[in-house]
């Protein structure tokens, strides 16, 4: 075969890299005004007290959309950086879809900071702990300085969170530089004749890591775990870091399914980038059932109130639900994607995608809801109250793919440079 002839077929051609600029545009904002239009109505909906919701659980609604896209994000980003410290080689045909990921990471801290203003502004309707009727309880008086930065607590008034708010700017901070950061990088690699821009990206990985471990922890016990003030746990932040990594997993294998769906990289993802996206999924949704039943065990263990009582509600009032995790979030992905026929098939990952997505806002559920309502009875009944619960998850969701679609469809799917493209090119699975 001739060399013309080999070039017009190899697996980087430009057709096959890329659906044409401005081709994802129309369709992604198309995407992202829907989702602004659910957020919106979920809004109104508890404004207006409509079918008898609560401004309080359309709000809790609305967080665990934002609160399960911030983390596909920061998985996204864990991934990317992870990749670059061990400069791994597979994965050189897929990065650009982790980084598109990525990319919307600071627009997915913005989406939490609309609940966190209104709380502030509506003196504690989730986060209990804003209000005034929760000054002078014991346990806030001892987190006070985790919370306030020492403010007076005791006299009925709840002071500024200072130190709340401090840390929130932090991780804004972070996440923006780390995200813009490593895409950057991916994009100088592109143009660059060495590979100086990976080695840069490897090194901001080293530090950077230990950066997002604890940015991405105490996020998770700021904007989750201090929702119950009384709670607390030493293994939260990991077990919210087992959902990212999990629902990030998937989330890219379902762009790549998708992408392929279409044509695209015909040659440059094969089975066995799926095979490996798979394992990921399937490594994390073990992880994730590891620490959730370790977290479980040493509360049930240590046999304290405060802890107790997150549990005690959660297993006597959302009991149902619990179980729905516990199959959904580890029995059956463990079970379908320990055969090897379905993490090397897209079809059959995109759908195994497409549930563990699912699972993923489920937990997150999981965690808020219970802080709506004193007692599940008190919840309204009817089409309103579910309508509420799935336009406000809905809203963030949407607006993620809206930017996803706008993104893969008007940039190069596939970073040319990347100087490790040949093993990616030549992947196998030998397990």
């Not at 932040?237 to 279409?262: C, K, N, P, Q, T």
Request: with cysteine; hydrophobic share 55%; glycine share 10%.
């Amino acid at each position: 075969m001739s060399h013309a002839a080999t070039s017009s077929i190899h697996p980087l051609r430009a057709e096959n890299i890329s659906f044409g600029q401005g081709a994802g545009v129309a369709p992604g904002m198309l995407l992202m005004a829907a989702g602004l239009g659910c957020a919106a109505a979920c809004g109104y909906i508890g404004y207006a007290s409509v079918g008898g919701v609560t401004a309080k659980h359309a709000l809790a609604a609305y967080h665990v959309g934002a609160m399960s896209v911030l983390a596909m994000c920061l998985g996204a980003m864990f991934f990317s950086l992870v990749f670059h410290l061990l400069q791994a080689g597979w994965v050189a045909t897929i990065r650009r879809q982790f980084e598109n990921v990525v990319s919307f990471l600071p627009v997915a801290y913005l989406l939490v900071l609309p609940t966190l203003i209104i709380e502030y502004m509506a003196g504690g309707k989730l986060f209990k702990w804003f209000s005034d009727a929760a000054a002078g309880n014991v346990v806030l008086e001892h987190k006070a300085s985790y919370f306030f930065l020492g403010g007076e607590i005791g006299t009925g008034h709840a002071p500024f969170p200072t130190f709340f708010a401090i840390r929130a700017v932090i991780y804004g901070v972070v996440w923006f530089y780390l995200s813009r950061r490593i895409i950057a990088l991916g994009r100088r690699q592109d143009q660059s004749s060495d590979a100086t821009p990976f080695a840069e990206a490897r090194f901001t990985s080293a530090w950077g890591m230990l950066v997002f471990a604890l940015t991405t922890a105490f996020a998770a016990f700021d904007w989750l775990m201090s929702l119950d003030y009384k709670f607390f746990s030493t293994m939260w932040g990991v077990y919210y870091f087992a959902g990212a990594a999990f629902s990030s997993a998937a989330l890219v294998a379902l762009v790549l399914a998708l992408i392929r769906m279409r044509g695209k990289l015909e040659g440059a993802v094969t089975s066995e980038h799926f095979h490996d996206l798979g394992k990921l999924m399937f490594s994390f949704t073990v992880f994730w059932a590891y620490i959730s039943f370790s977290q479980y065990f040493l509360i049930w263990y240590s046999n304290i109130p405060e802890e107790t009582n997150f549990m005690k509600f959660r297993s006597e009032h959302y009991g149902t639900l619990g179980v729905t995790l516990m199959i959904g979030h580890f029995a059956a992905p463990f079970l379908i994607l320990i055969f090897r026929k379905v993490k090397r098939t897209p079809g059959l990952l995109m759908l195994v995608a497409l549930w563990a997505l699912a699972i993923h806002v489920l937990d997150i559920y999981w965690i808020v809801r219970p802080m709506v309502y004193a007692m599940p009875s008190e919840a309204p009944a009817g089409p309103v109250s579910v309508a509420t619960d799935v336009l406000g998850a809905a809203g963030p969701l949407l607006i993620l793919a809206g930017h996803l679609v706008k993104r893969v469809g008007s940039t190069p799917l596939v970073g040319v440079g990347d100087p490790f493209m040949h093993e990616s090119l030549e992947h196998r699975n030998y397990v």
